[in-house]
């Protein structure tokens, strides 16, 4: 028998009929026993899973309060949610906050995240909802353990929406920090693109990194700059006073300058003069390149008959400066070291 038909108590309402399957799972045989009475209002027939069947009670579910058009929903409890007022979605913005004030989280923050497609560019602006009012601040803050030093990155903008008019307010975007209550400004990005530091230092770290300047090129690159004294010391057993052996330079670069006024104390019998400790080695680049040539002056010091002027040069490869004197034909000579004689020298220099 495939199913069972039931007339119509009066004979005349026509038949129900309850139909097996076509075929059951693994063509087993199944037998389902009905429950001892005809259960309450509402309820249905449930199984077991062993073919016993009850009358059950459909439960009461999860209960949705304060929905509106486009809240979000949040938990509120066991079984329990609720559409969430300040916090709306309407398919294009989400919003944080009432809607004529979004982002109050705290604070009278004015806070919107809205994505926008102009043309064939896409972005994700952070906006002050206030954008007629001209003055008015628009505030990222990046807030750490308040045992730390804050951190606030802070843009300004204005109702020309960061434009360059005549008409508009300044616009910039500022990086500060919060100790105890004392916000600093440290550094700015003006709506030109121009960077300004308030405080401290540019720190390039890493070695061979820099600055470029006018390319990108390895050429373009300053990756140095260094700044000191040192005391001078000479060859040939020559001795310099230590009251006046102290000498300067500056480093840009590669490009080296010295300068200093040294006074002899022991000669050691005439011996060329030769500065031997220049703080950087000197490069070489081919063609004669490395002979450089500096300005030297003298005071109590003599020259051999014959020649007029001293100066000086340095070799490639090498951290040694050598003393001259030059006359107007035939080749310059050693300048030979005197006793408490004075040189006052500048040279500039690449380094290798």
Sequence with gaps: MSKIKLQATDGNGGTISLKGPTTTDGNAEFELTLPANDGSSGQYLKTDGSGALSWSTVSAGTALTGSTDNTICTVTGANAIAGEANLTFDGSQLGVGSSSNYGTIGTAAAFQVQGTNTGSNTS??????????????????????????????SGRENASNWTSSASAAASYLGFYTNSAGSVTEHLRIESDGDIMVKTNDIVVEGAGKGILLGGTAAANKLDDYEEGVWDATCANSVTLHADANKCTYVKIGTLVHVAGEVRVNDTNGGSDFKINNLPFTTSNLGEGS???????????????????????????????????????TGNAIGLDAIANGYLVFNFTYKAA
């Design 124 to 153: 994700i602006n952070i906006v002050n909802a206030a954008t007629s009012n001209a003055s008015s601040t628009c505030d990222v803050n990046v807030w750490q353990d308040y045992r730390l030093s804050t951190r606030i990155i």
């Design 290 to 328: 490395g002979f450089l040539t500096g300005s030297v002056s003298r005071y109590n010091w003599s020259l051999a008959s014959g020649y007029y002027r001293p100066l000086l040069n340095a070799s490639p490869n090498t951290t040694t400066m050598i003393f001259r004197q030059d006359k107007e």
